[in-house]
Every structure is written in C-alpha cells, then in structure tokens.
C-alpha cells in the first residue's frame, strides 16, 4: 500500500530538530496513533512558526536542513507525521534511526545537498511550494513562484522496496 508522495511543502529552516520537538515525551503513552495528531511539533521553537496554526494545515512535505530527527530513538516521530498526512521529509541529513524508522512506515526520508536545500528554502519563501516525488525514477520536482526545480535523489534498493511495500511490516508480509 504506497503512500502519496508529495505535496504542499512547509518549511522548518533550521538543523537538529529532535524527536521531542517532533512529538513531546510526555504524549508517548497514547495507545494510537491518531491521539497523537494534535501534538505534531508542538514544541518547535522556530521563528514565525506555530504549529497550532494553520502552518501544518495540508502539508505533505517538510523540509529541513541537517541532522532532522535526531534525539531519542522512538517510532512515534515519523508516526506523527503520518498522522497528519505527511509522508515526505526532504532534509540534508538524518539522524539515522529516525531515518530507518521512515521507511519502516512506507514513508519517504529524502537527502539532497546543502545547495538544493538552500534552492527549495530560497523558492519557498517568494510563494507556495509544492513537490512532486517520483519515487521510481528517484526524481523530485518542486514548483512555486513560477520556478520549477528538479532534483535526483539516493536510496537504497531495500529501503525503496520497503516504501514501495507500505512499510516494513507489509514487506514482510508479501515476503515470508
């Protein structure tokens, strides 16, 4: 079961935000994933950005600069996103068991150079930005501001099929 892919972007212009920005602690007691909607980056502190807003309101990608995700290692973070209809990161880098936990929930953890970050920071700040993902072909385009830019991006053979499963307890399923 693939996921959509893309969509309205927001952009979080800063690196290391951690996974209790992404989701607080104190909400890792809920017994299901939809009680934590609410709380998504409910204590991101980030100039201009409120989360209980309309900022997250139809998004579908984030993006971010370096090291997003890091922190305590927990499933609750790309669950969050999930949540909310947020099934793409696109980011510099990650922190690597948050990454892992993205495609383990058949969700999309995009790396591209500084430069292109810097690119999509840049168009989305003259208008809204949406991205469209090519998972196949590895491909990203994002359009806003009568800009168009296309970029090429990395994943493993495996973590593509787990996204292509839906996650990777779905990958498992079809498999043993």
Same mark, same amino acid.
């Given at each position: ?6 969509? @309205? =972007?927001? *952009? ?14 104190? /909400?890792?007691? %809920?017994?299901?994933? %939809?009680?934590?909607?609410?709380? &998504? ?5 980030? %100039? ?14 984030? !993006? ?8 305590? +290692? @927990?499933?609750? $973070?790309?669950? *969050?996103?999930? *949540? ?8 510099? +880098? ?14 999309? =953890? !995009? %790396? ?12 989305? =700040? ?5 991205? *469209? ?6 491909? &990203? ?9 296309? /970029?090429?991006?990395? !994943? ?15 990958? $498992?399923?079809?498999? /043993?």
């Amino acid at each position: 079961m693939q996921k959509e892919f893309g969509g @309205r =972007a927001i *952009v979080l212009d800063r690196s290391d935000i951690n996974t209790d920005e992404i989701i607080p602690a104190k /909400y890792l007691t %809920e017994v299901t994933k %939809e009680a934590l909607k609410p709380y &998504l980056l409910e204590d991101l502190k980030l %100039e201009g950005f409120d989360p209980g807003g309309t900022a997250l309101a139809g998004a579908r990608v984030v !993006i971010s600069r370096e090291n997003f995700g890091c922190g305590s +290692s @927990r499933e609750h $973070a790309p669950w *969050v996103f999930e *949540v909310n209809g947020i099934h793409t990161i696109i980011a510099e +880098s990650y922190a690597r068991i948050f990454r892992q936990n993205m495609f383990n929930c058949g969700m999309l =953890a !995009i %790396e591209l150079p500084r430069t292109a970050i810097d690119a999509l920071i840049a168009q989305s =700040a003259t208008a809204p930005l949406s991205v *469209v993902v090519d998972l196949e072909g590895q491909k &990203l385009t994002a359009t806003g501001g009568g800009q168009t830019l296309t /970029y090429d991006f990395d !994943i493993s053979s495996f973590d593509k099929a787990l996204v292509a499963a839906g996650g990777w307890v779905e990958f $498992a399923d079809a498999r /043993y």
